[in-house]
């Protein structure tokens, strides 16, 4: 694969998957998906529109910049559905002039300064990995756009045993924070599906969460301090693990996907490296009886670090996607459980108990390794349901427990209705994947045959999602961030105050308003 065709696939090329024949016969006979959309080569990017002057103050900043077609490509847009499907049909229009790619903070630092003198946008770029229109900055009244690739920050620069923390660049990507904490005996423990891509800034500045989050819990809650740079000047936040001197800064800039200044280093809690690992799966009758053990298990106990579980359709397709000949009933729960062997077979007894005593059978370690081998896996699956002709994209939320039953029932029924009324009816599945003692997540998968504007149809499907959850009193969103995307939303969800305190922020720190335009502020 060259370097260009790989701007529209996700991860490592030799990874890519093919389609299963269940999978296949599943998209033909429901969804009517025969016609293959092999992605085209992408089109000739637009000129860049960069002025000479700035170019040179970029490069007197920070030596390395690049203008090539295949650096501006592969930073053109992040990795939602739609990104790709406009890269696939040859719209590279969101490609910047340049990417800068500075060696450490006081590159940053200077390529700040010259882009806000020359007035240049400035999109920081970590695993770009967003699926919100993360990564497209407004062009209006800018002299040009460059992405900032935080590539070349990938040091760790100190483990502190006694305190359990850990010091990052903050371009440092998950697989290999991992194996740097290996070697001291430490994880993260922060394996969300974007794993394989992503960095820990960008962790950071999304307000990233995990699959192990039951036992780890949330990016946000794992950042102990933060570097950041702005173009009004540096900081330093987070000196103890908390304090009452008034409102924490860190909040600032943890979710604020680069609106407010460049995460250049991220110190972040610690845990021992488990020495034991075990995923179990469990059948439950239905998803109403599995959200409500979910529930049980979130408020009082016993909670696994993984705790997830499906509804019956995704229970369904993943049976067949796993190659079974017959799809199993039910409900799956996937539990996994961490920490020494002693602690890990406590936990499964006392799991048993608990789940049998909520309507649960036990399924043992089968699919718990099934979903352990595969869960990295649907970005791969993604690129190839494109390549058939189906359309695939993901909606995220998260409710309280007395609203989650309905906000499940009304952005199921939203997105199906929405894609039957484009002529093109969906398969819309959906998983818990996140809990806590007030409430869940949920994800939605939606599956559709392509329509000859497949941006346009999911946009109206997306729309429809989005009025959903927000008359359900959810939250646009759990762990996407903004971006783009959600801004409409967004700003309904936090009022017009709201609005207008994110606003004086920006001001305050970015004066030129430089970083990100466009993106999260409504």
Partial sequence: MDELSAAYRWGDPDRSVNLPDGVRALLANALGVREPRPPARVAALPPAALPDSALRALTAACPQVRTDEAARLAHAAGMSTVDLLRLRAGDATGAPDAVVIPAGHDEVVAVLAACAAHRVAVVPFGG???????????????????????????????????????????????PRAEELLSGHGFTLGHFPQSFERATLGGFAATRSSGQASSGYGRFDQMVVGLRVATPAGDLRVGRAPHTAAGPDLRQVFLGSEGAFGVITEVTVQIRPTPPERRYLGWRFPDFTAATQAARALAQDGPLPAVLRCSDELETTINAVSDGAQAADDGCLMITGLEGTAGAVTAMESA???????????????????????????????????????????TVETAAFWGALPDTYVAVRDALATSLADLGTPPLVFCHVSHVYPSGASLYFTVVAAQAADPVAQWQAAKAAAGDAIAAAGATITHHHGVGRDHIPWYRDEIGAPGSAALRAVKQALDPEGILNPGVLLP
């Avoid at 992405?147 to 010091?167: E, F």
């Fill in 351 to 393: 799991l048993a108990d608990r789940l049998s005593g909520l309507g649960a059978q036990a399924l043992g370690p089968r699919p718990g390794q099934a979903w352990l081998r595969g869960r990295f896996a649907a970005p791969y699956l993604r690129d190839a349901l494109l390549d058939a002709g189906a359309l695939v994209e």
């Fill in 128 to 174: 770009g990995t967003s699926v919100v229109g993360g990564l497209r900055a407004g062009r209006g009244g800018y002299a040009g756009v460059v992405a900032l690739d935080l590539a070349r920050l990938d040091q760790l620069h100190d483990v502190d045993p006694v305190s359990r923390t850990a010091t990052f660049d903050a371009g440092v990507r998950a």
